[in-house]
C-alpha cells in the first residue's frame, strides 16, 4: 500500500505528451495524489506551445536531460523506434532510486536496446508499461483524463527490478484508472500481435485495397461505407510513424500471427466457395461469442 498523504511522485516527467502522455498529464492535474510536479517535455516547439495553452503541465522543458534531471519518475511516451536513444539522454542526469518507464507497445526490441543503458545505470530502475488504451488521434489535444479507465496496463519489468519500484508504477497506472498485469516481454509481444497489431495491419491493408479500386467504384466505397468499413478506417487513421515502429519492431510475432490469419482467412474462403454452412456459421459464433467476452469484461 502507498502513502496517500504525500503524492505518489514529487516530480513526475512525461516526455512526449501524445495521446498517452497527455492522458497521464490531464489524469495528473486532477488527482494531485499522484505527483506534486508535473513536467512535460517535447522537442516541438510547436506541441510546448500547446501544452502550455492547454494547462495541463506545470513545467514545459524542450530538453529531455534538463525534464529528467530532478525527477522521481520519467515516463517515455515515443514511437518504440526512439525509446532507447530518449533513455540514453535522460539517464545519464537521473538520480539514484529514480523510475524510468516507458509505454511502448512492443517490449523485447525496446528490452534489447536498453541493455547497455541498464548495465551502465544500475541505479535506475527500469518498469516498462504498455496501457491498452488509445483512439486514433493524437498529440497534446488528443489526451484525456479517463483513457485509461478500465483498461489493461501490462508490465514488463527485468529481473531483479527492486519490487518497490514496480509497486509504485503499479500504483501508478492504478490511480489512472487501469488494471494492471505484469508479463514477460516475449509473451507480451505475442498477445499484442493478434489482439493490437495484426488488427491495424489489416485496418490498412484493407482502406488501401478500397483505395486502389477503379475510380467509380472507390468513390462508391467512401459514399456508402457502412458500419464494418468505418471501423476499419477508424484504426486506419491511426499515427504512421508509430504504427512503423510497432509493424518493423514486433515482426516475427506479426508474421506469425498473420500467417495464422492467411491460413484461417483461406478456410473460411473454401467454406464459402463450396457452400460449406456449418464452418461458416462456426466462425460467426465463435465471433460473437469474443465480443460477448469483451462486454462482460469492459474491455468493448
Not at 124 to 150: C, K, Q, R, W, Y
Request: charged fraction near 25%.
Amino acid at each position: 500500500m502507498t502513502d496517500q498523504t504525500v503524492p505518489l511522485f514529487d516530480t513526475l516527467v512525461i516526455i512526449g505528451p501524445g495521446l498517452i502522455g497527455s492522458s497521464i498529464l490531464r489524469r495528473g492535474m486532477e488527482d494531485r495524489r499522484i505527483a506534486r510536479r508535473l513536467v512535460a517535455c517535447d522537442i516541438s516547439p510547436e506541441v510546448r506551445a500547446r501544452v502550455v495553452e492547454l494547462g495541463i503541465a506545470d513545467v514545459v522543458e524542450a530538453d529531455p536531460a534538463v525534464a529528467a534531471r530532478d525527477a522521481d519518475c520519467v515516463i517515455i511516451c515515443v514511437p518504440v523506434g526512439a525509446i532507447a536513444m530518449v533513455a540514453a539522454q535522460v539517464m545519464p542526469v537521473m538520480k539514484k532510486g529514480a523510475i524510468l518507464s516507458e509505454v511502448g507497445s512492443v517490449k523485447v526490441t525496446v528490452m534489447e536496446a536498453m541493455q547497455p543503458l541498464l548495465a551502465r545505470y544500475p541505479d535506475i530502475a527500469f518498469v516498462p508499461a504498455h496501457p491498452m488504451a488509445g483512439t486514433e488521434f493524437s498529440g497534446p489535444d488528443a489526451g484525456f483524463a479517463t483513457l485509461f479507465e478500465d483498461r489493461w496496463c501490462l508490465l514488463t519489468p527485468p529481473a531483479h527490478t527492486p519490487a518497490p519500484a514496480i509497486t509504485c508504477v503499479t500504483a501508478l497506472w492504478e490511480m489512472m484508472g487501469a488494471r494492471v498485469r505484469c508479463m514477460s516481454v516475449d509473451h507480451h509481444d505475442r498477445v499484442c500481435a493478434i489482439v493490437s497489431h495484426l488488427p491495424h495491419l489489416l485496418a490498412f491493408t484493407i482502406c488501401g485495397t478500397a483505395d486502389d479500386l477503379a475510380d467509380e467504384t472507390r468513390s462508391e466505397v467512401l459514399d456508402f461505407a457502412a458500419s464494418g468499413f468505418r471501423d476499419f478506417t477508424r484504426i486506419a487513421a491511426s499515427d504512421p510513424v508509430m504504427w512503423r515502429d510497432i509493424f518493423l519492431n514486433n515482426r516475427a510475432a506479426l508474421l506469425d500471427m498473420l500467417d495464422r490469419f492467411i491460413t484461417d482467412a483461406q478456410e473460411m474462403g473454401d467454406a464459402i466457395r463450396t457452400g460449406n454452412e456449418d464452418v461458416i456459421v462456426s466462425r460467426i459464433q465463435r465471433g460473437r461469442a469474443i465480443r460477448r467476452s469483451l462486454i462482460e469484461n469492459r474491455q468493448a
